[in-house]
């Protein structure tokens, strides 16, 4: 038996040697391909994951993050459209490697960075290596008093984020071209030579093995970012922070070190691929087998007619190709669906982490282990179902159709309670609370004699439950230390904070929010919904393919 079946996928003797080698195997490019993406949505799910630190390290407002944390798709959009059409005409798994060559080269210019910049420093209330000043209320200290002196190091910050926004954009320009070939060539050539039967369970298998990436990357991110940002150019005794501190913020380049080195090892494999290799003959299928005698002629033949066509024919003949394409509804439908998802994917991608961190009083780095050991992996297993789903029933265009339309209604019904579950804006003095209406950014007329610096930031909760961006806005003159490790205990003598009439009292950090015990009906309901949703993935895919 073993002899037959070598017989029927090496007919003669002379091609036994090109069946034993692993690079003309589908199989061999699925799982290479698998780790390819997974290294790369290691890089782009990377930045996703330590966002909120980042913006914490070099002063990024939400917008700004955003903005970065989606540009790599300008490179993106701008090339995809043309490379997938002129993909017929090159050499796919060549330019892959290429294209993961570039990813790689992008993940190093995201920890780029951290080298360029002086050390990580934030306000305390005990003079240390990070501060030599206090950030409590001194009257009696001028205007030039604080941690962060506007005359002395406002511009230098400016400046400073300039360069790092500059580095980092360039870097998600690189990740978006370098990933353009990546994916679509490699679906492409996965079901031209894969069979019929056989694509739909690599293609399912695929997706599910992507989306590991996020979810290893977030799991990579609540690693790192439990080391402090300057592990490497400071001792460790010296920070006088832990990981649960507001003030806190983690390795987040270390992880881009990791994640660009593996992608520079998964592009490796890509080129040894041949540009095309034998068909996958479908076991039980006598009929495909026979096609499988001269598979190689036939399928040089396939694209001969494409590969005749000039530069200036393919330009011309593009448009046409688009708007034919544009002008096919079930095409355009499953494109704008899938813009859709990809827009809400993105955006929850994004933010998710720092909404978890905000509404549910969370750690970076447990927001992080949440979300890739929660939501990622649900979402991993919808995409898997669906496709066994497909190949198990052999599903029709219409079937296909019809499964994309009940996963998206039942991941509705599911994400529809998420509106209701969170908690109302903390108070926060001088931002977002004050018990008059006339106050400027962060003043408070307690505090006015106190000359607080504006940039200050090192949250305490006061004993009304309002929450102050620093000692100095509370109007706090004390500070009470832990003698044992020197850790702050409490503020006391705050003018801003009324108890009975008298000066109050303060905690150091955030006052936290009350909705703890609606963060776990928030997890279950949002992995749910990120399993139906994902349902649909592979019968979508299927959808333009066919």
């Not at 790369?40 to 990377?46: A, C, E, F, I, N």
């Not at 996965?190 to 996020?214: C, K, Q, W």
């Not at 505090?447 to 909760?461: G, S, T, V």
Request: with cysteine; hydrophobic share 45%; glycine share 8%.
């Amino acid at each position: 038996m073993t002899s037959t079946a070598t017989t029927r996928s090496c007919p003669d003797q002379s091609r036994k040697t090109l069946c034993r080698s692993p690079f003309l195997s589908i199989k061999f490019f699925v799982f290479c391909h698998g780790l390819l993406q997974l290294s790369q949505l290691l890089v782009s799910g990377y930045l996703k994951s330590s966002i909120s630190t980042i913006e914490r390290r070099y002063g990024l407002s939400s917008q700004t993050s955003g903005l970065l944390a989606s540009f790599n798709e300008v490179g993106n959009t701008l090339l995809i459209v043309f490379i997938s059409y002129f993909g017929s005409r090159v050499h796919r798994p060549r330019f892959i490697g290429c294209g993961a060559i570039l990813v790689s080269l992008a993940g190093f210019l995201m920890s780029l960075p951290h080298f360029i910049t002086g050390p990580y420093e934030y306000d305390q209330s005990v003079a240390s290596i990070f501060s030599n000043t206090t950030d409590l209320c001194q009257p009696e200290v001028g205007s030039s008093w604080g941690n962060l002196s506007d005359t002395g190091c406002t511009s230098h910050a400016a400046r400073e984020n300039h360069e790092v926004l500059l580095v980092m954009f360039i870097a998600q320009v690189l990740l978006g071209i370098g990933g353009v070939p990546i994916q679509p060539f490699g679906i492409s050539y996965i079901d031209d030579f894969a069979s019929e039967r056989n694509s739909p369970l690599y293609l399912g298998i695929l997706f599910s093995v992507t989306v590991i990436g996020p979810g290893v990357a977030f799991m990579l991110g609540s690693a790192m970012l439990r080391f402090y940002v300057d592990i490497d150019k400071v001792d460790r005794d010296d920070v006088q922070l832990t990981n649960k501190d507001p003030r806190w913020v983690g390795a987040w380049w270390l992880g881009f070190l990791v994640a660009a080195s593996l992608v520079a090892i998964s592009a490796v494999p890509y080129f040894f691929f041949p540009r095309e290799m034998p068909k996958e003959v479908a076991s039980g299928k006598e009929s495909d087998s026979k096609k499988s005698e001269d598979v190689l002629s036939q399928l040089r033949s396939r694209s001969e007619h494409v590969q005749n066509l000039s530069l200036t024919k393919f330009i011309k003949h593009f448009p046409l190709v688009l708007l034919r394409n544009l002008r096919h509804p079930v095409f355009l439908l499953v494109v704008l669906a899938q813009v859709n998802l990809s827009a809400m994917v993105a955006g929850l991608a994004t933010f998710m982490a720092k909404f978890l961190e905000r509404q549910f009083s969370l750690t970076a780095s447990l927001a992080n282990m949440i979300i890739g050991a929660v939501n990622i992996p649900g979402a991993m297993v919808g995409i898997v179902v669906g496709g066994a789903i497909l190949k198990r029933f052999q599903m029709s265009l219409r079937q296909c159709s019809a499964m994309c339309v009940l996963g998206m209604f039942l991941c509705l019904l599911l994400a529809f309670p998420l509106l209701f579950l969170g908690c109302p804006t903390q108070k926060v003095a001088g931002v977002t609370y004050s018990e008059s209406s006339e106050f400027g950014h962060h003043a408070l007329e307690c505090n006015l004699h106190c000359n607080c610096p504006e940039k200050a930031y090192n949250p305490i909760c006061g004993s009304n439950n309002i929450e102050y961006i620093s000692p100095c806005s509370a109007g706090c003159r004390v500070v009470n230390i832990n003698a044992d490790n020197n850790l702050v205990l409490d503020y006391t003598n705050c003018s801003c904070i009324s108890e009975n009439g008298l000066a109050g009292s303060a905690k150091p950090g955030t006052c936290g929010t009350g909705c703890s015990h609606l963060f776990l009906p928030f997890v279950v309901l949002s992995c749910l919904a990120g399993i139906l949703a994902s349902t649909s993935h592979t019968p979508s895919f299927m959808l333009i393919l066919r």
